[in-house]
């Protein structure tokens, strides 16, 4: 069983949900660069950095960032900087760089050049994530949308191969033509560091994880946890499809996480935070506002059921007590006891092995972030990692 | 004069190339090909009907041929297809299929910039040519409003801001039947469906605008009109100008008060369409 901490470097400081939706119709592509503060951001890097290097310190087994691009969201427009930052200031932990929006360079053997260079930087501990970008990163870089999933199953290819085939060759796609790909340096895990490709639930994408022996990091911020059980299903299915034995490491779950004494103290001290990241940073992409989702990006079908899926939450019930609301969306807010029972559950109903937690969210400060880091990696993790193992073992499911 | 063309429209599926291409036919007169916009007109965001007020007039003094360009209505594009040359060709050949020998060629907005291409390529084709707020040329440094960030939907709200960019009259009749804010699943499909297919050409930088087609103008000796509304938010007038400047053989056209979709906004236009049409075309009533 595996526990990352996952980073997602958010700009905490903007104005507060309902006056921020009253002034912008999103947090990225159009939200202007003039709200970004450079003096103020540099305690933030430096204070991000401390916390993922914190979680080392307190047992994480990996390390995760990621890219994105011109949006308060995630400050993080090159990953690989802050995971090179990564390879000097630990030792033990798993850099998962989820990922590179490998369509987004060109050519794409930039992407097998600096995560071959972090791999090899770090003794081996890359992960290397290798995503098709976001909606509105199509915008953003201008990228026709049209060709999104040709172009980064080609690009993928391109990298893969680069790690894996003795240089010089040539490279002859649709997309990319490479008379000498030849990237130095080439990684130190062999074949090649493990590829993880984070999803919302394509049927597509979780097959094809599957068929090429690649990690599903399933994201479930944005809906209710069993969204995120249909995908796990899928995810069996297209295991058992494909051929292969089943690994749960490489079924993740990105999900948010707060610990806090008790479930009343939890809820109370994320929902602020919470709310400002579901309601200010991911405004954009899911909410009421607009979405930045461009055409072709996915199918017609694919987004007309998008748009009805967040109608629905936008204008369905909302439990009026705080603790359901709460564990409607984000079930692991609460006390170490709650926590643990649910998460312990919930990875054991699914043959999750890999728990990717954002235990900074929104404008979560210092003091609580690193608290409530220390209640899960204390009271938590070696509860959850013991009965999970214990359970795969016993199903089987252990990596040999 | 009131026609009926609406009983006597034919839409058919056929095979071009071994790509199928949905095609409203109906009218009586020799044939005109109308190619479609991206917003407010056959085949965009009308569901149920592939007949409009536009079309129906011209209907009355023509055999108007109105297929769904590539990603609109059921239309899928030559295999593999990635450029402008390919789309043209598909064309032509749609015309071959049909037994069309030449044609008076109508387009609107995306439809306009594929058929400058058409008769930039194929003027054999072509007898003469109305180009209705037409995309395509490049001018540098011109602020055009981006029009895929102004169509992204919202997840309430509706489409307030694509209407608005498209019609002089965002409230009007015609904008809201276009885009209306409770827009079935249906209708949704066939929008987005048809974004899709002009995001494959247009999407390339900058949208909608080819320096190629722009620099190739001169070219174009068929007669042309180029019909500006005055209130077009989406194209700048200096385009329009580009296009008249450019071109030997092509007049401006402007009609006051009206937006991006013209034949939508201001189905009357079918006259002026007619009249250029008559003077260069025999057989008119």
Redesign the interface.
């Given at each position: 069983m595996n526990f990352f901490f996952f980073h997602l470097m958010p700009w905490p400081n903007l104005a507060p949900p309902r006056e921020f939706l009253a002034e912008h119709e999103a947090a990225w592509?159009?939200l202007s660069n003039a709200e970004y503060d450079p003096v103020a951001g540099q305690d933030l890097y430096r204070r991000y950095l401390d916390e993922l290097v914190y979680a080392e310190e307190l047992g994480f087994d990996g390390l995760v960032v990621n890219e994105h691009h011109q949006n308060a969201y995630g400050l993080m427009p090159s990953p690989n900087l802050v995971a090179a930052a990564l390879t000097q200031r630990t030792e033990r932990a798993k850099i998962c760089v989820l990922g590179n929006a490998v369509t987004l360079y060109n050519p794409p053997t930039r992407v097998a050049e600096e995560m071959a260079m972090l791999d090899v930087m770090s003794g081996g501990r890359l992960i290397a994530g290798l995503v098709v970008g976001g909606g509105p990163e199509y915008?953003s870089y201008?990228v026709?949308?049209?060709e999104a999933r040709p172009r980064f199953k080609e690009a993928l290819d391109l990298v893969v191969k680069a790690w894996t085939t003795p240089g010089p060759f040539a490279y002859d796609g649709d997309y990319y033509h490479l008379p000498y790909v030849n990237p130095w340096p080439r990684p130190l895990q062999q074949p090649h560091p493990p590829v993880w490709i984070p999803g919302l639930g394509s049927p597509s994408t979780i097959e094809f994880c599957a068929d090429k022996g690649f990690g599903y990091m399933g994201v479930a911020y944005y809906a209710p946890p069993e969204t995120f059980g249909r995908q796990a299903q899928a995810y069996h299915a297209a295991v058992a499809a494909a051929g292969r034995p089943y690994d749960p490491e490489l079924l993740g779950w990105l999900t948010t996480i707060y610990v806090a004494e008790t479930d009343d103290r939890a809820v109370e001290e994320a929902a602020p935070h919470m709310a400002y990241f579901q309601a200010n940073l991911a405004a954009g992409f899911?909410?009421?506002?607009?979405?930045?989702?461009?055409?072709?990006y996915i199918?017609?079908?694919a987004?007309?059921q998008f748009?009805d899926d967040?109608?629905a939450q936008?204008?369905g019930p909302r439990p009026s007590d705080p603790r359901e609301a709460m564990a409607a969306r984000s079930p692991l807010v609460g006390s170490p006891e709650t926590v643990r029972q649910r998460l312990a559950d919930y990875v054991k109903r699914h043959k999750i092995g890999t728990v990717l937690g954002l235990l900074q969210f929104g404008s979560l400060p210092a003091d609580l972030t690193a608290r409530s880091m220390r209640l899960y990696a204390e009271e938590v993790i070696p509860y959850v990692r013991k009965e999970a193992d214990e359970h795969f073992a016993r199903e089987g499911l252990m990596r040999p | 004069m009131t026609v009926d063309v609406a009983a006597r429209l034919d839409r058919s599926t056929l095979d071009v190339g071994g790509a199928e291409v949905t095609v409203a036919r109906g009218g009586e007169g020799d044939p005109l090909l109308y190619l479609h916009g991206l917003c407010g007109d056959v085949h965009s965001s009308f569901p149920g009907t592939d007949w409009t007020p536009f079309l129906g007039r011209l209907g009355a003094n023509f055999d108007v041929v109105a297929p769904a360009l590539p990603g609109y209505n059921g239309s899928a594009g030559p295999a593999g297809f990635d450029d402008v040359e390919d789309y043209v060709f598909h064309l032509a050949d749609l015309l071959e299929v049909l037994d069309i020998e030449s044609v008076c060629l109508v387009g609107h907005s995306f439809g306009a910039w594929m058929a400058a291409e058409l008769a930039l390529r194929r003027p054999d084709l072509v007898e003469a040519m109305v180009l209705l707020s037409p995309l395509g040329v490049r001018v540098r440094g011109l602020a055009v409003p981006p029009f895929?960030?102004a169509v992204?939907?919202?997840?309430?709200?509706g489409f307030a801001e694509a209407r608005q960019l498209l019609f002089a009259d965002p409230e009007g009749e015609a904008a809201r039947r276009a885009l209306p804010d409770d827009m079935g699943?249906e209708h949704?499909?066939l929008w987005?469906?048809g974004?899709?297919g002009?995001?494959?050409l247009g999407?390339?930088?900058p949208h909608f605008q080819s320096p190629v087609l722009t620099r190739r103008l001169r070219r174009i000796d068929v007669p042309t009109l180029v019909v500006r509304g005055g209130a077009d938010r989406l194209v700048p007038d200096q385009m329009a100008e580009v296009w008249v400047r450019s071109m030997p053989e092509a007049q401006l056209h402007e009609v006051p008060g009206v937006g991006h979709c013209l034949p939508a906004e201001r189905p009357e236009v079918a006259a002026d369409v007619e009249g250029f049409l008559g003077e260069f075309h025999g057989g008119l009533p």
């Open positions: 592509v159009t915008y201008n026709n949308p049209t899911v909410g009421a506002g607009k979405v930045w989702m461009p055409p072709g199918d017609p079908p987004l007309v748009l967040l109608r936008a204008e | 895929f960030g992204a939907p919202r997840g309430i709200g699943r949704q499909l987005f469906g974004l899709q002009a995001a494959r999407w390339a930088a």
